[in-house]
Structures are given as C-alpha cells and as structure tokens.
C-alpha cells in the first residue's frame, strides 16, 4: 500500500503543458505510447521520458513499460519528471493521494507549531514537500503526536474532507493503536484509561498557518490498555484509543502512578533517553473517497523490551538505548 518514489534522473527533455490522450483501445504503455501519442519521437526518447517518471495513467506516476491501459484511461506526459522523494531524517512519507497524506514521525519534531518552533514542525515540512511537488497543495491535520512521542500521522488535502473525517471518526478511523512502556504495574490486565470532553482550538503557524490550518482538541481521548508484558519493575502496554482523536497516556499513567519510561517531567526515573517509551504502531482507516480500508503498521522498537526487563527503575546510560 505504501508508495514509493525514487530520485528523478537528469534529462534535457522539457516539457511545458500537460499533454492528456484518452485510450481508446487496450495496450500496454510503451506500445500505446509509441504508435498513439507520440509515433514521431524515437523509442529511446520516449523509454527515457518514461523511466524518469514523466508519465502518469489516470493523474499517477508510473515507469511501468508494460501496464496494462484500458478504454477510458488517459495518459499523461508531466511538465516535470517524478520529484524526488521526502528526505527528512524525522518524517518518512508513507501514502499520498489527492485526498489523504499518511506520514511516520520520529520522536524530537513537534507535529504541529509549538511555542517558537513554527518551522521545524512535521506539518510544515511535509506541507513545504508536497507544495514543491504540486504548487499550490495544502494538508491539514487529523491526528496529533507529541514531541516526544514516534508514530503514525494521517493528514486530509482539503479543508471540507477535514472537517468530514472529523465529524465521522469513529467511523473512518477503525483504530488506532499504541505501545507503551510504563514503570510500575497496573493491578489488572486490562482496563481502561478515562479521558475528558476534547476542545478543539485553531493553531495559528505565522504565515505559513494560513495555508496549513489545524484543529487540535485538548481533551483527553478514552483508551483501553492491555498489558503485553511485565516485568520486575517495568511493564509493556498495548493502549487502542476508543474515543477521541489524540490521546493523553502520559498524563493518563502518571495519574495511575505509571509514568512512561522517558517522561520524567511526570515521574519517569529515566531522564537521559530525549524520547519517551511510546509509539503509535498502527492505524486502520477507511480511505474517505475510495472506502477502501487502509492498514498501516510499525515495529515495537527493541529497546522495549529491554525496559520492560530492568529490574530496578535507574537511569538508562548505556550507548544505543536511547533510540526509539
């Protein structure tokens, strides 16, 4: 599901309008291509056109040579060739459509401006991408992660289809799941972290915000925790928000006496790790215009379960445990 994009390669072809040919007959890209649209270029220019990514079917890129083209499809040469990927050593670009932008964010970026650090932000820099790639492109935010926090981000390309998902969320986002590292032991295995009513406040990023808006609820979301794992001191949860776009779990385990191993601003005895042991690992979604459903996952990072086995709460000193 996720999309990848690969580095353009140089050309000294220029192209100044798109060009859109409707097929009328089935092929494949490179036929079609070379007998309807373009029979008086070389098939060397036009394989080159085609590897640098300067095709799409239907509005997407592709340096297929043999896709199939059926009646009704329309191909078209970009102005452009392929931009490049996302290169961010925070922010890895997952999915992106007309409708919806799915990105991974580490711990040590903000998703959204806080404080001074309007620039510096997951949606500004994905927002910075996407306008160099389509001029003029906007996202806006559906869900947020702390600083602190790694994991999945879901961004709408319209305002109107923010505000649907919003009013829908129950029903669009299916789950959205995390993993936690806690110090202390929760007495049962299972139970249910309470939230609050969400407010939602408009967030206001300079000049840039008025093209990038979002919606941030306050609120603490509910969520149901499972524990996975205990260990002597420590122990691993699985944590579902069930009500609630953004959670609140490290002020929902600091007040059960369960900071997160990393936050020690609410009691965490581990102070040198610049992360906190949470992650958003998974989000299910129903894509809001093509109602497919969407899955996207990611690894619990190892040093889990190196917490969960300490058996004293100390400081974490040792030279590659600070990564998430």
Known sequence: MTKKTTPAKPTHTKVHNVQNFTVTEPAELLEYLLKNA????????VKQLLRDGYFAVNGERTSQFDRPLGIGDVVSLMPNPRPEALRHPLIKLLYSDDYIVVIEKQAG????ASGTDHKN???RITSDYLKHVEPGSMIFMLNRLDKETAGIILFARDHELQQQIIANWRKVITLQRFMVVAEGQPEEDEGLLKGGEA???KEKNGAHGARCKSFVPEGIGTAQYKVMKRGVYNCMLRVDLIKGRNPQIRKQLAEMGMPVVGDYHKGS???K??????LCTRLEFIHPVTHEKMVYNLPVPSTFNKWVRLSTPRDMTEKGDTKI
Do not use: D, G, Y
């Open 38 to 45: 373009f029979p008086e270029r070389s098939r060397t220019s």
């Open 199 to 201: 407010k939602e406040k």
């Open 109 to 112: 970026i903000s998703t959204v």
């Open 121 to 123: 932000t997951a949606l």
């Open 273 to 278: 790790l610049n992360a906190l042991a949470l």
């Open 269 to 271: 005895k581990q102070k």
